[in-house]
């Protein structure tokens, strides 16, 4: 599996596109939201000759969804998200312009993923897991061949999610870590949506909120 990340916008957010030799992408919570950064994003996707298979959103708070008017309309991609943050993706629009930001309009989503599909990206597959208290319909994303892990929010380096936004529950949410996230193998490199990489075995020997 090979893996590229991007820093964007204000809010520092870390957007992934995961491919594999065949050029199949997923696109992992796009947050480009300038000129600038929607040309980084397209320039590595045609240096690499990808294909991008969708826009796979680990939850819908308005930092991971602000480039994927760009995605869609760039690569004519389905968007995919679980259904419970289905209300805060419908609100995008509304959430930029509180931060002084600008989305015309999102495209629907065409899939609504739930806890345990596997999602195929030429040879490398994704596993869903549900780990909602970020948001309610947050998820992480784990490869079992590549011991890797796009937790979105849910799990930071020495952190985790916030959980006082609408839908959020931080028992909830720390449930779900111990029991979906930090059972995988202590080698399992996590690529959180804000911050540096991690592992598991670094977040279960240190992390302070577990």
């Known amino acids: 599996m090979k893996i590229k990340s991007f ?4 809010f520092q957010e870390n957007t992934f596109v995961v491919h ?13 939201s300038t000129p600038d950064e929607q040309k980084k994003l397209r320039e590595y996707v045609v240096d690499n000759h990808l294909h991008p ?16 008017p760009f995605c ?7 968007v995919w ?3 419970a943050d289905g209300f805060l993706y419908r609100q995008a629009v ?3 312009q509180i931060f002084g930001l600008t989305i015309s309009s999102m495209p629907d989503p065409e899939r609504m993923l739930d806890e345990g599909e596997v999602l195929r990206c030429g040879e490398e597959c994704l596993e869903v897991l549900h ?20 937790p979105g929010d849910i799990l930071f380096s020495g952190s985790i999610g916030r959980s006082d936004l609408p839908g959020g529950d931080h028992q909830l949410l720390v449930d779900g870590i111990r029991r979906k996230l930090l059972v995988l193998p ?13 592992t598991i075995g670094e977040e279960k020997a240190g992390n302070p909120y577990l």
């Open 94 to 96: 509304a959430y930029a």
């Open 20 to 32: 594999d030799a065949s050029g199949e992408a997923f696109i992992i919570d796009p947050g480009c």
């Open 7 to 10: 820093v964007f916008n204000s």
């Open 131 to 150: 780990v909602p208290g970020h948001s309610p319909g947050g998820i992480a994303l784990y490869s079992r061949a590549g011991q890797v892990l796009f």
């Open 81 to 83: 998200i679980h259904p």
């Open 53 to 68: 298979l969708a826009v796979v959103l680990t939850h819908g708070h308005i930092d991971h969804i602000l480039g994927v």
């Open 72 to 78: 869609v309309n760039e690569w004519h991609v389905p």
């Open 186 to 198: 202590e080698s399992t490199v996590v690529w959180p949506g804000h911050g540096p990489s991690t």
